[in-house]
Nanobody, 123 residues
Framework: QVQLVESGGGSVQAGGSLRLACVGS????????MGWFRQGPGKQREFVAA????????KHADAVKGRFTISRDNAKSTVYLQMNNLRSEDTAVYYC????????????????WGQGTQVTVSS
């Protein structure tokens, strides 16, 4: 039973920053890879970033590379997404996900999902 709860979403001006957090609970969560995904208006859910359970390896989508940074603190059961230089096209519901290394690192998806948090970037 893995539960993931996102927070930190909101409305910002283009060029601004937000830091999303995902607090997890449940068995074996600290051994799962973690990631962030998003779904914009009229779009399919897409991969944003992923991080190994150990925190020693990360992957970021080309669309956010250099602007977003994923990190995790296993002691706090929390994964973060620091989002800088936000653009209007970043507007989406952002979802936290967890799962196997194969799911996150190879398939760019997740086995467990949070409820999502809205990020709106105005221009």
């Amino acid at each position: 039973q893995v539960q993931l709860v996102e927070s930190g979403g909101g409305s910002v001006q283009a060029g601004g920053s937000l830091r999303l957090a995902c607090v997890g609970s449940g068995r074996t969560l600290s051994r799962d890879d973690m990631g962030w995904f998003r779904q914009g208006p009229g779009k399919q859910r897409e991969f944003v970033a992923a991080i190994r359970w150990s925190g020693d390896s990360t992957k970021h989508a080309d669309a956010v590379k250099g602007r977003f940074t994923i990190s995790r603190d296993n002691a706090k059961s929390t994964v973060y997404l620091q989002m800088n230089n936000l653009r209007s096209e970043d507007t989406a519901v952002y979802y936290c996900g967890a799962g196997s290394a194969h799911s996150l690192a190879v398939l760019s998806t997740a086995d467990y999902w949070g409820q999502g948090t809205q990020v709106t970037v105005s221009s």
